[in-house]
């Protein structure tokens, strides 16, 4: 082992310990790491800034924007007002009625956005119909996640990798080609859901709304009760409200904050303000309009529905058939007759999706003056820096080294249990730090595996895509698993009892369906 690869390995050490702690932004964690490279000679100047100039971050950039205009159109508000039962039923056929749909949708736009117009839709429906909130809104967010796992666009992990094996030299994936793992495992994760989530998930928990409701009943005008989710971007984090005033930035009053399922009602100018705390506001009518866009709340609810004008029914069709030009497109142009008949022009995602972006932006389906508010940069860092950081891996020889002692631990069982392995590795990496970092992680080990085996390195990217992905059994691995949480007052323990076992689903269909068609 060289200093090379020391360096590396304490590096990442300190990368990981900072990304748990969640002290710093993903992004900012990952910059300081790839800075760290360049300083030492590990990485090149043009080698640390590849990354922000690849066509699989630069895509991810612009289907925040594809996103933003099909929300703001109200086509999602729309499809799961429809999907909802008029009247009560029992939770596994609700169940059956929701999630394919919000798999599906969740196949071609990105899941945050699906989950914060969806979560408070999906609660005050089931709390007009009686049913308990809490057996649905874990499994909205596992579907997402299902769904992400089924196409190149269902989740940024998926492009972050396509882009990696793109600057490996290696054919990338089509549109749907994790599909023929990721159908299967999104079909068998939902009945999982529809056979469980009744059993293994909590009841509403019983909350004192008495002193609330007597404030609304004596000003009834004026104020009405409003969730607001913080996001990273908020300027109070690790700050009281003491040292923080809420009231003098936002125009509203702070009566509860809401953490990992635990109601604070007292004393709550002395609790430190964390990122996805639910903060219960009493705010007038002008405080949604001025702050729903801004990126210091993750969701805000009050309630009341939005009713849609003329206007915003041609927007809602004009955007949706947008998207579908993007996904046909994107799916046709990489047909062969295509690709022959046209050999100078790629029609690949990034083609289409850089048209759609465009108009939307020209026939004002999402703020064009506002674009940037709109794309999460932390993200964008975060997936730039990885090839960085998978760079670095590979240049000092770390790769090699950890590829060539999985090699030898698992000598007499082959290539398929490198797999298993590499999944698990990944898979609670993603758990722990973000999804992209994990795939960043793994991504060189794979490679430097299939290179020494002599086989296909393709079975490993797909298991690493698959496994960036399957985030069931903590809130902390995917955003919309944090934007649940504290929507419906869950706690930590709630996704280890119904995750846990997806995840092991997830992993037995991987390791079994990946090399049966992906030869190695």
């Given at each position: 082992m060289n200093l090379e690869i020391l360096f590396v390995i304490i590096t990442l050490v300190c990368m990981v310990i900072a990304l748990i702690t969640d002290k710093l932004r993903p992004g900012i964690v990952l910059f300081s790491v790839i800075v760290l490279f360049l300083c030492a000679g590990i990485l090149s100047p043009s080698e640390m800034i590849d990354g922000f100039s690849n066509k699989g971050m630069i895509t991810v950039a612009m289907l925040f924007l594809v996103s933003e205009g099909v929300r703001q159109s109200g086509a999602l508000s729309e499809f799961i007002k429809k999907l909802l039962p008029a009247k009560k039923i029992s939770i596994p056929k609700a169940l059956l009625s929701m999630l394919p749909p919000i798999a599906f949708i969740s196949a071609f736009l990105n899941?945050?956005?699906?989950?914060?117009?969806?979560a408070p839709i999906i609660k005050r429906w089931a709390e007009k119909l009686n049913l308990p909130a809490t057996k649905f809104l874990i499994p909205l967010s596992f579907a997402t996640i299902l769904g992400g796992m089924c196409t190149l666009i269902g989740t940024s992990t998926n492009l972050v990798v396509h882009g990696m094996i793109l600057e490996a030299g290696y054919e990338g994936f089509s549109m749907f080609e994790l599909g023929k793992v990721g159908i299967f495992i999104a079909i068998v994760g939902m009945i999982y859901l529809f056979l469980f989530s009744n059993r293994l998930l909590p009841d509403n928990r019983i909350?004192?709304?008495?002193?609330?409701?007597?404030?609304?009943?004596?000003?009834?005008?004026?104020?009405?009760?409003?969730?607001?989710?913080?996001?990273?971007?908020?300027?109070?984090?690790?700050?009281?409200?003491?040292?923080?005033?809420f009231t003098r930035h936002y125009g509203a009053i702070v009566k509860e904050i809401i953490r990992g399922g635990i109601r604070y009602t007292k004393d709550i100018d002395k609790i430190a303000l964390n990122a996805n705390d639910t903060l219960i506001l009493w705010a007038d009518e002008t405080f949604i309009p001025t702050w729903g866009e801004s990126s210091v709340f993750l969701m805000l609810a009050n309630g009341h529905e939005v009713k849609t004008t003329e206007t915003s029914k041609k927007k809602k069709y004009l955007a949706l058939g947008l998207l579908i030009f993007m996904i046909v497109g994107a799916t046709i142009g990489e047909l062969p007759?295509?690709?022959?008949?046209?050999?100078?022009?790629?029609?690949?995602?990034?083609?289409?999706?850089?048209?759609?972006?465009?108009?939307?932006?020209?026939?004002?389906?999402?703020?064009?003056?506002?674009?940037?508010?709109?794309?999460?940069?932390?993200?964008?860092?975060?997936?730039?820096?990885?090839?960085?950081?998978?760079k670095a891996m590979s240049n000092s020889g770390l790769a090699t080294l950890i590829a060539q002692y999985m090699i030898g631990l698992t000598d007499s069982l082959g290539p398929y249990a490198i797999l298993a392995v590499i999944y698990i590795v990944t898979n609670i990496s993603t758990e722990i730090i973000t999804n992209n970092a994990a795939a960043a992680l793994s991504f060189p080990i794979a490679l430097a595996v299939a290179t020494q085996l002599n086989v296909d390195p393709t079975p490993f990217f797909v298991t690493i895509c698959i496994a960036a992905s399957a985030s069931f059994s903590s809130p902390i691995g995917y955003q919309t698993n944090l934007i649940v949480q504290s929507v419906g007052g869950y706690k930590f323990t709630d996704f280890v009892r119904?995750?846990?076992?997806?995840?092991?689903i997830t992993f037995i269909i991987s390791v079994t369906i990946i090399p049966l068609i992906w030869k190695f």
């Open positions: 899941n945050t956005p699906v989950v914060v117009i969806f909350i004192d709304m008495n002193e609330n409701e007597e404030e609304e009943e004596q000003n009834p005008a004026q104020f009405h009760r409003v969730e607001a989710i913080l996001g990273s971007r908020f300027p109070g984090i690790n700050q009281t409200l003491t040292d923080f005033d007759m295509i690709t022959e008949a046209i050999p100078n022009v790629q029609f690949d995602m990034f083609f289409f999706v850089c048209i759609t972006t465009i108009i939307m932006a020209w026939t004002k389906i999402f703020p064009p003056k506002k674009y940037t508010k709109y794309i999460s940069w932390d993200i964008l860092i975060t997936i730039a820096c990885a090839f960085g950081i998978s119904i995750g846990l076992p997806l995840n092991i």
